[in-house]
T-cell receptor, first 114, second 110 residues
Framework: DAGVIQSPRHEVTEMGQEVTLRCKPI?????LFWYRQTMMRGLELLIY????????DSGMPEDRFSAKMPNASFSTLKIQPSEPRDSAVYFC????????????FGQGTRLTVV | GQQVMQIPQYQHVQEGEDFTTYCNSS?????IQWYKQRPGGHPVFLIQ?????EVKKQKRLTFQFGEAKKNSSLHITATQTTDVGTYFC??????????FGKGTRLSVIA
């Protein structure tokens, strides 16, 4: 298995633009997580899905952030409009819902908003 | 909500010295996991502890889960330059998702 695949690996965009991050989880995993990592705040859980259904989005910072999982093999995290403070590394991770709950992380998307 | 605290935030050691990072949860955990993130990389799963008082070893790494299942530690014996990175603990209770600590960044001076 290729592991969790995220795209793009790097994104530089201007403030106000829409940004879409993509994730393909490991086949057979039914839980998917979006994390944001910054030096100041560490790894923050933004939202997670079980069986394509959003379970907890309390970590989503603002209405500018939205996430979807239209099927078991694809998820998107969208920021519209983007702001400089959104600059961070965004990780997608997947796991099986049943224990052990080991999370497999993608390589991340480094987002820079200028 | 559940919080997971990790100390220290940074640790610089001379190669060959030992290293320990500590993790404390505000709530009793079902299990605790440890991850390592190399500079520029992504977190990679190391181990999971489930039982109260559990101790597991991976070569020079020793992981411990507290009796009350609210704290954990990772100890590295005789650090090497390949140990450089950030070590995260992550815990959950029941079916809640993993909550990560902020990590301990380890630097090893050759």
């Amino acid at each position: 298995d290729a592991g969790v695949i995220q795209s793009p690996r790097h994104e530089v965009t201007e403030m106000g633009q829409e940004v879409t991050l993509r994730c393909k989880p490991i086949s057979g995993h039914n839980s998917l997580f979006w994390y944001r990592q910054t030096m100041m705040r560490g790894l923050e859980l933004l939202i997670y899905f079980n069986n394509n259904v959003p379970i907890d989005d309390s970590g989503m910072p603002e209405d500018r952030f939205s996430a979807k999982m239209p099927n078991a093999s694809f998820s998107t995290l969208k920021i519209q409009p983007s702001e400089p403070r959104d600059s961070a590394v965004y990780f997608c991770a997947s796991s099986k819902h049943n224990a052990p709950l080991e999370a497999f992380f993608g390589q991340g998307t480094r987002l820079t908003v200028v | 909500g559940q919080q997971v605290m990790q100390i220290p935030q940074y640790q610089h050691v001379q190669e060959g010295e030992d290293f320990t990072t500590y993790c404390n949860s505000s709530t009793t955990l079902s299990n605790i996991q440890w991850y390592k993130q190399r500079p520029g990389g992504h977190p990679v799963f190391l181990i999971q502890l489930v039982k109260s008082g559990e101790v597991k070893k991976q070569k020079r790494l020793t992981f411990q889960f507290g009796e009350a299942k609210k704290n954990s530690s990772l100890h590295i014996t005789a650090t090497q330059t390949t140990d450089v990175g950030t070590y995260f603990c992550a815990g959950n209770s029941g079916n809640t998702p993993l909550v990560f600590g902020k990590g301990t960044r380890l630097s090893v001076i050759a």
